[in-house]
């Protein structure tokens, strides 16, 4: 029986390069991916899903009043599809979520997502909020802070400075967030003192 699978983390944990090594190990054995991707994230440009460490892979783009399932559909027209693979789920809306479990429990088809749980205020994005709701499984992919904690929050940087305050997305890489072990998150330490 298929399952919505929310698989998370903080920042540059690798969340990207595993659904690319999911999707390149469902298509060597002869399985059809249907990869998405949110449009709020154009870092690397529009319909790619890309990894810090530079693999790509092209997805479709999913819009704020885009339906996954009508998505599915049409690309289920031109032959099966055997998973959905989503990055940057954080993103989503209410209604996409309901849309991917929609398509666990009608087609039988693995919906596996991946994305941040919290922003750098330590808020919920509403995409995670509705899969931590909806999922089956619900899976950390661990990252250590600079002091070999595990990382459970995501700081920002604006200017070499610790923000904890301002527009919940703000899209960046290492050049905007650090990953942070609670404490150095809530002693606004993201780096070691020298």
């Known amino acids: 029986m298929a399952q919505l699978y929310f698989r998370y983390s903080t920042m540059n944990a690798g969340k990207s390069i595993e659904l690319i090594k999911v999707a390149y190990n469902y298509e060597e054995r002869g399985k059809r991916v249907l990869t998405l991707v949110p449009s709020a994230d154009n870092r690397y440009g529009t319909g790619v899903i890309t990894s810090r460490i530079g693999i790509q892979r092209q997805a479709i783009m999913v819009s704020q009043d885009s339906n996954i399932l009508e998505i599915f559909m049409r690309e289920r027209e031109k032959d099966d599809i055997d998973c959905v693979l989503i990055d940057e789920c954080q993103f989503l809306k209410k209604h996409h979520v309901q849309e991917l479990v929609e398509i666990v429990d009608s087609f039988n088809v693995p919906v596996l997502a991946y994305g941040l749980k919290n922003d750098f205020r330590n808020e919920m994005f509403e995409g ?67």
């Open 128 to 194: 995670s909020y509705y899969l931590l709701i909806y999922a089956d499984k619900i899976e950390e992919i661990k990252t250590i802070c600079w002091c070999g904690r595990k990382a459970t929050m995501i700081a920002r940087i604006v200017n070499g400075e610790f923000v904890k305050k301002g527009e919940q997305v703000v899209i960046g890489g290492n050049d905007m967030y650090v990953s942070l072990c609670r404490k150095h998150y809530n002693d606004g330490r993201f780096k070691p003192d020298k």
